[in-house]
């Protein structure tokens, strides 16, 4: 046999059985074939369906208990089940219409897929838009079938529509007992302490804005900018020629590099500080045989850090940013003609209020009774300003004609401009007071500025006082 011929041979074979598989003649005989089977129970050339089938029989042979699917060939049973799955997943038109875009889509690619699904998502969208306008529209009617019941109803109608009858509480106004006036009350002065917090609140605001408002004299504000007082930039400071490297670079001649006290235009200022006494109480006050320069004023306000700015011997005098650190009068002497006194600060210090009240008494002992004493430099903050211990301070050395001059310090925490405000609005307040020495002298321990002119002012002491 040739190769062609055997080719066309199994081809042959091959075709026959395919027509065989998908003619119906053929399933029939299948059907057929199983239907003998069935029926011949006995036979032992059955399929194996049939074998299956007996089996069962053989477990069940009584028919009265047998179950009505047990009857049904598995094959027959699977089917049907299949079949009625495949029913029940086109019960809705929707579905259907989803399935056909499934199966039957015209390109069955991504883009047709996406564009179906869009298409789902508006029609459900759709849907809740529908679902929803009908429940307001249900709500609308009943909203109205309610009200119209009220009207129109029968009494039974309006009678449970009625509001229900407030409990009245009868109050008694003399029992004080009773909780609700109890939380009358409460609530009153809970309210009016939110008004009296507003309304310090607007005195507060009040106050700075009035502050705002504050024109400074020309001669304050060209003051300030020749010294260059007020928060500057460092770069200014460059330009300007000084050495920013330096402690209190302001405090120093333009171009400079020098830190020698003895470069000091004032000869008293360039003698060695040294400490020379602390008191806390007035009997170890020393004896009064020099002239007495003190540095009084809140705690933190920079009394400490003046002296050491003003004789440029920085860390004689110990400074910290804890208030409250001098708690002793200190005596430092500043050659043979002066002395400097710190004082402990009054106000904003970590102490007990007794200690804090001792100290206050002892400085005021000092500054009223101290007959050395040729000036008080009074110490005011620039950003804070004046405070009422420190007015008390000042109508006491009023009354006591001690001599003091103000000072304001940490000038380079604010603005230029709002250092000369400062400074006119306490010239403005103390135009009155007797005591006062002019001009008010505005400096900056950490910046330098305003040092020099201070420190002219207080040599002056020094040169004139008599003894
Ligand atoms: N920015 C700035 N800070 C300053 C200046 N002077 C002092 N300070 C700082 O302020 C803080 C308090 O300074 P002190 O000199 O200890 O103040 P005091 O008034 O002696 O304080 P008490 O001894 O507690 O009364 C320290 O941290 C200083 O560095 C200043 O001119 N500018
Ligand atoms: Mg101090």
């Known amino acids: ?36 089977s069935d029926d011949d129970t006995n036979s032992r050339k059955t399929s194996k369906t049939t074998v299956s089938y007996l089996k069962k029989k053989r477990v069940y042979p009584n028919k009265a208990e047998h179950n009505h ?9 699977a089917a049907s089940k299949r079949n009625q799955r495949s029913t029940s997943s086109f019960k809705t038109s929707t579905d259907a219409a989803t399935s056909v875009f ?7 690619d991504d883009a047709t897929r996406k564009s179906y699904r869009k298409r789902d998502d508006l029609d459900n969208n759709a849907d809740v838009r529908r679902r929803k306008s009908s429940d307001v529209q249900s709500f609308k009617a009943r909203k109205q079938a309610f009200s119209e019941k009220r009207v129109v109803g029968d009494g039974s109608d309006i009678q449970e529509d009625k ?21 009358d009350v409460v609530l009153d002065e809970g309210l009016r302490v939110k008004n009296k917090k507003d309304a310090v609140k607007s005195v507060e605001m009040s106050k700075n804005a009035q502050f705002r408002a504050i024109q400074p004299s020309h001669s ?4 300030v900018e020749e010294n260059l007082l007020g928060r500057r930039r460092l770069i200014e400071l460059k330009k300007a020629g000084y050495n920013t490297e330096l402690p209190a670079p302001l405090d120093n001649i333009p171009q400079s590099t020098s830190t020698e006290r003895e470069r000091i235009e004032e000869s008293v200022f360039r003698n060695k500080l040294e400490f020379f006494a602390a008191a806390n109480v007035s009997s170890s006050f020393p004896p009064p045989d020099v002239p007495e320069i003190a540095f009084a004023g809140r705690s933190n306000v920079g009394k400490s850090s003046l002296l050491n700015a003003l004789t440029r011997q920085w860390g004689v005098v110990r400074t910290s940013d804890k208030p409250g650190l001098t708690q002793t009068i200190n005596f430092f002497g500043l050659g043979p003609k002066l002395r400097l006194v710190d004082l402990p600060g009054y106000s904003f210090a970590f102490a007990k209020d007794e200690v804090k009240e001792a100290w206050e008494d002892l400085v005021k002992e000092y500054v009223s009774t101290r007959t050395s004493l040729k000036r008080v430099c009074l110490l005011v903050d620039t950003k804070w300003g004046m405070k009422p211990r420190d007015q008390e301070l000042i109508n006491l050395m009023e009354r006591s004609n001690t001599k003091y001059q103000i000072v304001l310090t940490k000038t380079d925490v604010v603005f230029p401009m709002d250092v000369a405000r400062r400074a006119m609005q306490i010239e403005e307040k103390l135009k009155a007071n007797r005591s006062i020495v002019q001009p008010l002298m505005m400096v900056s321990s950490r910046s330098g500025a305003g040092i020099g002119s201070l420190r002219t002012a207080l040599a002056k002491i020094a040169k004139f006082a008599k003894f």
């Open 1 to 36: 046999m040739s190769l062609d011929t055997a080719l066309g041979h199994k081809l042959k074979k091959r075709l026959k059985l395919s027509s065989l598989s998908s003619n119906p003649s053929y399933k029939g005989r299948s059907r057929s074939i199983t239907q003998r």
């Open 163 to 183: 509001p229900r009858k407030r409990k009245r509480i009868r109050l008694d106004p003399y029992d004080t007992s009773n909780k609700r006036i109890d939380d």
């Open 69 to 77: 699917v047990n009857e049904i060939p598995r094959t027959m049973w």
């Open 220 to 223: 304050i504000l060209s003051y």
């Open 102 to 108: 499934k199966t039957k889509s015209p390109r069955g």
